[in-house]
């Protein structure tokens, strides 16, 4: 079987951020954006702002970015284009997992690069943010970013004592509600070259009167393949029927779900709709409770879609491989561990990681969903949205799966950060298990390296195939992509605080309530 090339997928992301590597360089961050602000009395654009022309590299002096502890980071900040005449006493902070500054002050650029140090005595990460000034009240960051003891890192807490029990009634709940799968015949008149690849739209049936919905494809010729499962990343959006044809047309049946319960086909205005209408902040829909939590849903429709692409005849009844970025990272672990059948696992920058990283000694700031939950009068510490998101941590679904998973790490990561990655890739039981870290990256660019894909696709073919996971390169892919093989870390380190409180348990034969 040949290896699913990067071309079969028109992955927007990789394609959009593969265009900004290659115009602005490896080594840095941007997050500002030209100002074409207009005036209001002349309606003339104004001029452009000189400061928005500068970019800078913060690169660290170990390559991969990885220290030890106690070691000291040597971050050397230069000015890659732009006029650095005006960047005399520029201001930096260096912030201890992207969150509490332990060292500030500025730098020199005004003649030649700068370095700013910084070191720490326990496992985490380091962030050097330098604020180039604008025209504007808003300065333009760039980011440099360093582990410390990646091996080291655990969870800010212990799963709960209940985690597994909760799951077993959930799954129970699920296996009450038959699959009742509707497959009708999808539309390719949009897709040129589509090579009369077989297109699938289906629905099937989950908890809470709910379907999930997604599309199915599959060879032209053959009557048996391996399994492919696709997840979304965060957001709303229609599915990209590219992302099942390119899989097909290499070997696949795959199937492609929504994490929303939307239909996947509809004009780009209906998803904006839902965006800022019936799925705005979908993150924090049912928060107060697991038994009512928008990813208890989720979680459960895509135990469901795994069930039916296992049921289907054409299925080899042997690989069944799952996969996303982000969001779709969390789904991806959540079946592996609840759906044992899996027999491999490829994702980028897996989101919902530690939930409890405010509980680690030090605290850690949360990743994405817990940092990007609206604030709430009623729980001004979080810890009630904490003990519901504890029954949906990417890191306690990883230690429960049992197969084979590649994971990818940006280290300037502030939305996925990149201590919680770690503990979730520490997290996986054994060796067979690998690490791709890009120093430079935030979360948009490492979920969409090239490198990723290309190394996703040596993982898919050798499962596929049923053949030994392929070998760490000796060299790294790119300057900015650094592999480790499972084998180059230790076991997986213990949490550094007191379990979290199990909440009580919903029995399997009462079905939960839709969240309103």
Same mark, same amino acid.
């Given at each position: 079987m040949k290896p699913i090339s990067i071309h079969a997928f028109p992955l927007? +992301?990789?394609?959009r951020c593969l265009a900004a590597v290659i115009v602005l360089g490896a080594a840095f961050q941007i997050d500002g954006r030209a100002d074409t602000n207009t !005036?209001? *009395?002349t309606n003339a654009v104004k001029p452009p702002d000189p400061w928005n022309a500068i970019i800078l590299t913060v690169t660290p002096d170990h390559a991969n970015g990885v220290y030890a502890l106690n070691e000291p980071v040597v971050w050397t900040a230069d000015v890659k284009t732009g006029d650095r005449s005006g960047l005399a006493a520029v201001p930096y902070v260096v912030k201890r997992d992207g969150g509490d500054t332990i060292a500030q002050g500025t730098i020199d650029l005004s003649t030649g690069p700068a370095t700013i140090t910084a070191t720490r005595a326990e496992p985490g990460a380091l962030l050097a943010v330098i604020s180039v000034p604008t025209a504007t009240k808003h300065p333009r960051p760039?980011? /440099?970013g360093a582990i410390f003891a990646p091996d080291k890192i655990g969870p800010g807490a212990p799963a709960p004592a209940d985690f597994d029990a909760f799951w077993k009634a959930q799954l129970a709940y @699920? $296996?009450? *509600? %038959?699959? !009742? %799968?509707?497959?009708?015949? /999808?539309? @390719?008149? $949009? *897709? =040129?070259? !589509? $090579?009369g690849i077989p297109y699938y739209k289906v629905t099937l049936d989950n908890i809470w009167n709910t379907k999930v919905q997604g599309q199915l494809s599959r060879p032209v010729k053959g009557d048996k393949f391996p399994g492919l499962l696709i997840f979304q990343a965060a957001g709303v959006s229609a599915l990209e029927k590219g992302m099942v044809l390119g899989a097909a047309k290499h070997g696949y049946l795959v199937l492609n779900i929504e994490a929303h319960d939307i239909p996947i086909d509809q004009p780009p205005a209906f998803y904006t709709s839902l965006k800022g209408g019936g799925l705005k902040d979908y993150i924090s829909f049912g928060i107060d409770s697991r038994d009512t939590y928008y990813f208890l849903r989720m979680v459960l429709g895509c135990v469901r879609a795994a069930e039916y692409l296992t049921s +289907?005849? $054409?299925?080899?009844? =042997?690989?069944l491989i799952v996969s996303g970025v982000s969001q779709g990272g969390f789904q991806s672990f959540a079946t592996a561990a609840l759906f044992p059948q899996v027999t491999a696992l490829c994702t980028s920058a897996p989101a919902a990681d530690d939930s409890a990283a405010t509980l680690a000694t030090p605290p850690r700031p949360p990743s994405w969903p817990a940092s990007y939950l609206p604030p709430r009068p009623d729980d001004p510490d979080g810890s009630k949205a904490r003990a519901t998101l504890s029954y949906f941590d990417t890191t306690y679904f990883a230690a429960r799966i049992h197969c084979p998973a590649q994971v990818c790490v940006g280290l300037i990561d502030e939305t996925v950060r990149p201590a919680s990655v770690l503990a979730t890739y520490n997290a996986i039981p054994g060796t067979a298990k690998e690490l791709m870290i890009f120093p430079f990256y935030d979360h948009s660019l490492a979920c969409g390296q090239v490198p990723f894909w290309h190394r996703k696709d040596e993982w898919l073919a050798a499962a596929a195939a049923g053949q030994p996971l392929p070998p760490v390169p000796t060299d790294p892919p790119t300057p900015n992509a650094i592999t480790i093989s499972g084998s180059g870390f230790g076991s997986s380190p213990t949490p550094t605080a007191a379990p979290v409180p199990a909440a009580t348990p919903t029995p399997a034969t009462v079905p939960t309530p839709a969240p309103q």
């Open positions: 927007h +992301r990789a394609f !005036n209001s *009395i760039f980011t /440099g @699920l $296996d009450s *509600i %038959p699959q !009742n %799968p509707v497959v009708e015949q /999808g539309s @390719l008149a $949009d *897709i =040129k070259y !589509n $090579d +289907r005849a $054409d299925w080899d009844g =042997k690989t």
